[in-house]
């Protein structure tokens, strides 16, 4: 088995702030996500990555960076905090692509004052 | 428009009813998977289910492709079934995935 760990589990930063949220996976798994979640929400797809330093923009991209140096992990970064996106922050992985089974983490739930 | 629209979204049954999610797609899905969202947040897959029919446990998902539906079949529900379930979907097979806002499940006991 395999594990996704995301860090912080709660990040609360200033408006405007520069914040980075991490993610490591364990599984040796080729493609990770970032996904945001408004509270009662579905996810949406920030970045994902097919593989070492590779980087697709998904639909929620705006505001963000994304950074996949090491094939186990994918880093996000919030480039100015806004207290609109108060969300959870999901990072995933799968072994290919998302048709394959998608392992989640816990999420980074982000706060922003 | 919303790519992926679940419904009810909200659903309360005593233990032991059966439940029936419901998702709809306004496009070919060349992918679909069920999710399963625990009250603390954390998600898991309970089925990729594309075409056709597919049981595990007490879970049956059947998606009509031409359609754009599928369907989220729970039998005999427990309590610890309770929380959200989420429906998404792979277009092009291009990792461009796209979630419902899900089902929000209460089992009674």
């Known amino acids: 088995g395999g594990i996704i760990t995301q860090t912080p589990k709660f990040l609360i930063g200033q408006e405007g702030q520069k914040l980075t949220l991490k993610c490591q996976q364990n599984f040796n798994h080729d493609t990770m996500y970032w996904y945001r979640q408004d509270s009662g929400k579905g996810l949406r797809l920030i970045y994902y990555s097919i593989t070492e330093n590779d980087l697709q923009k998904g639909d929620l991209s705006e505001g963000y960076d994304a950074s996949r140096e090491k094939k186990s992990s994918f880093s996000l970064t919030v480039t100015s905090a806004q207290k609109n996106e108060m969300a959870v922050f999901l990072c995933?992985?799968?072994?290919?692509?998302?048709?394959?089974?998608?392992?989640f983490g816990s999420g980074t739930r982000l706060t922003v004052l | 428009g919303q790519q992926v629209q679940q419904s009810p979204a909200s659903l309360v049954l005593q233990e032991g009813e059966n439940a029936e999610l419901q998702c709809n797609f306004s496009s070919t899905a060349t992918q679909l998977q069920w999710f399963y969202q625990s009250p603390g947040g954390s998600l898991v897959s309970l089925l990729s289910n594309p075409s056709g029919t597919k049981h595990t446990g007490r879970l049956t998902s059947t998606t009509v492709t031409k359609e754009r539906r599928s369907s989220l079949h729970i039998s005999s529900s427990q309590t610890t079934d309770s929380g959200t379930y989420l429906c998404?979907?792979?277009?092009?097979?291009?990792?461009?995935?796209?979630f419902g806002d899900g089902t929000q499940l209460v089992v009674k006991p």
């Open positions: 995933a992985s799968s072994r290919v692509h998302w048709g394959e089974t998608l392992y």
């Open positions: 998404a979907i792979d277009r092009n097979s291009n990792n461009r995935i796209f």
